[in-house]
């Protein structure tokens, strides 16, 4: 069940803010909520189901033992246990793939089922268990935990919600004075999230995948204007696919009077790689940051060792993403340039501004190449056609609503407000405003309805 989808909007969700407003006692709406949440879940494949509730009772039990024993070893095999089950399920057959090659030989891949969202609520419960060995959390109770864990807005693809921003707000009683804006900031965010996805990121997704697919087919003729506006199309599309799945996140929490935190702010405009990083997606950055970057000595150790430490946690990032080497070449990039620009701001150099954003966006729409490829003689053929001059037409065409979706994500990227900062603060409610977004709320929902739903790209990590 998509976000982007009327089974959700016209079906889980009424049901799950009525269960939500209307149950008598906080554990009857959360057991309400949590029900809902597995529904959602369990509306991809049942299969996922155990995995998520397994592990979930696991590291609530793996917390209860640690309590008890302060100083034992239960946090640190809990972490692990964590990491194991990642291990396997997401990275077991390209070690084996890697393991095999090395040797001369081919592995046949073991038939793994890979759940839906895993990278996210492991890394979840690995901040929590972390947070808890350095005395920084406490034991919750069950339902308390489960829904924290189990919560569908941020379930499959984050925002990365750490315990101590969302768990202290279920006690909160669910009408308050505020309940009816915040009701109305959650529908505004989510019907934004929802054009960024339809009108903007599915939209412009057919220029990549023509220009990609001209690519990876190594007999066709790939024109430098082909590389380029696939190039572009995806830069597009990544940003309008993730931001709109955080906006919609964000706002159907929102509904539910819970604050998640912020996961995009305008990252397009960023003027550094150090910044761009501080402003796409956001929990994830500040997730290696502390979990990471400065547990493997952060800057404390001299320059060298902090850019062998940035390196290595963005490695590591670019892994998080995917299990292939494409993804770590990526993360290694971003690495090696946050390296550099880390040694640029020590040694107090500036630029102009523009000069700085034009560099960050082209190194970022050529990392997002590799991101995209699905392997490196793919990215190389893209690489090779968008160093070719001059930029022949190409065979790749958009039709007038791809051209008018393209130029209106670049404007909105480039120009408009930080969507998540405007609903959250900014916005003013007005029952024109309520009207207008209504309006096209139910336009997209006819959209929708229209097409076969396309998945954000961001499950499939």
Not at 201 to 212: L, N, Y
Not at 227 to 235: N, S
Not at 436 to 444: E, I, P, R
Request: net charge positive; glycine share 10%.
């Amino acid at each position: 069940m998509l976000f982007n989808s009327q089974a959700l909007v016209l079906g889980l969700l009424p049901l799950a803010l009525a269960g939500w407003y209307l149950a008598p006692t906080r554990g009857a709406r959360q057991a309400w909520v949590i029900l809902a949440s597995l529904a959602f879940y369990a509306f991809w494949d049942i299969r996922f189901v155990p995995l998520l509730v397994g592990l979930t009772l696991a590291n609530w039990l793996v917390a209860r033992a640690h309590a008890g024993r302060p100083s034992g070893p239960w946090a640190s095999l809990g972490i692990a246990m964590n990491l194991g089950v990642l291990a396997w399920v997401k990275y077991a057959n390209f070690i084996a793939d890697n393991v095999a090659w090395a040797l001369g030989g081919r592995h046949d891949g073991w038939s793994i089922i890979l759940p839906l969202g895993v990278s996210f609520y492991v890394f979840q419960k690995v901040s929590y268990l972390v947070d808890l060995k350095r005395g920084q959390a406490k034991v919750y109770t069950l339902s308390d935990f489960f829904l924290f864990v189990c919560f569908f807005p941020q379930l499959v693809a984050g925002p990365l919600v750490r315990h101590n921003e969302v768990i202290w707000q279920f006690a909160q009683p669910p009408r308050r004075p505020e309940t009816a804006e915040t009701l109305a900031r959650g529908f505004v965010l989510f019907t934004i999230g929802l054009v960024k996805k339809v009108g903007v990121a599915d939209t412009v997704a057919p220029v990549a995948d023509a220009a990609f697919g001209r690519a990876a087919a190594a007999g066709q003729a790939l024109a430098s204007s082909d590389a380029w506006l696939g190039t572009l199309a995806y830069t597009l599309q990544i940003y309008f696919d993730f931001s709109g799945y955080s906006d919609m996140a964000l706002g159907l929490a929102l509904m539910f009077g819970l604050r998640l935190p912020a996961n995009f702010d305008a990252p397009y405009r960023s003027a550094s790689i150090r910044e761009f990083w501080r402003r796409w997606h956001m929990t994830l950055s500040r997730f290696l940051r502390d979990y990471l970057y400065v547990p493997l000595g952060g800057n404390r150790s001299g320059a060298a060792r902090q850019a062998v430490n940035v390196v290595l946690t963005m490695l590591l990032a670019g892994l998080w993403h995917g299990a292939a080497w494409t993804f770590v070449a990526w993360g290694g990039l971003h690495g090696l340039a946050l390296a550099v620009n880390a040694a640029w701001h020590r040694a107090g150099l500036r630029m102009p501004w523009v000069l700085g954003w034009a560099l960050t966006m082209l190194f970022v729409m050529a990392g997002w190449v590799l991101f995209r490829a699905p392997d490196f003689a793919t990215a190389a053929r893209m690489f090779e056609a968008m160093a070719t001059l001059p930029l022949a037409r190409g065979a790749v065409a958009m039709d007038t609503t791809q051209t008018v979706a393209l130029l209106g994500g670049c404007a909105a990227a480039l120009l408009g407000p930080a969507s998540q900062v405007f609903a959250l603060d900014r916005l003013r409610p007005h029952p024109w405003v309520g009207a207008a977004v209504g309006v096209v709320l139910f336009l997209m929902l006819l959209l929708v309805g229209g097409r076969v739903p396309n998945e954000f790209i961001y499950f499939q990590f």
